[in-house]
């Protein structure tokens, strides 16, 4: 269980970093040009929210093929 952890908190350790990259960049972007970009970049994030994520899950591997 502990060799597991250590794997499970490596990989959400990353994920976390890209998020709050990914994030950071998109805020900083919206913030530093503002107006449309702004505009645009908050109706994308809007739609990404709408949908529960299990739903958006289920969907892509449906898409995608289970491979």
Same mark, same amino acid.
């Given at each position: 269980?502990?060799?597991?952890?250590?794997? *499970?908190? &490596?990989?959400?350790?990353?994920?976390? *970093?890209i &998020?709050?990259?990914?994030?950071?960049?998109? &805020?900083?972007?919206?913030?530093?040009? &503002?107006?449309?970009t702004?505009?645009?970049?908050?109706?994308?994030?809007?739609a990404?929210?709408?949908?529960?994520?299990?739903?958006?899950?289920?969907?892509?591997?449906?898409?995608?093929?289970q491979?």
């Amino acid at each position: 269980m502990l060799v597991g952890a250590r794997y *499970t908190l &490596g990989v959400a350790l990353i994920a976390v *970093t890209i &998020g709050l990259g990914i994030g950071s960049a998109l &805020g900083l972007a919206a913030g530093y040009y &503002g107006s449309w970009t702004d505009m645009i970049l908050m109706r994308l994030i809007d739609a990404l929210l709408a949908f529960p994520y299990l739903l958006l899950a289920i969907v892509i591997v449906g898409a995608l093929g289970q491979g």
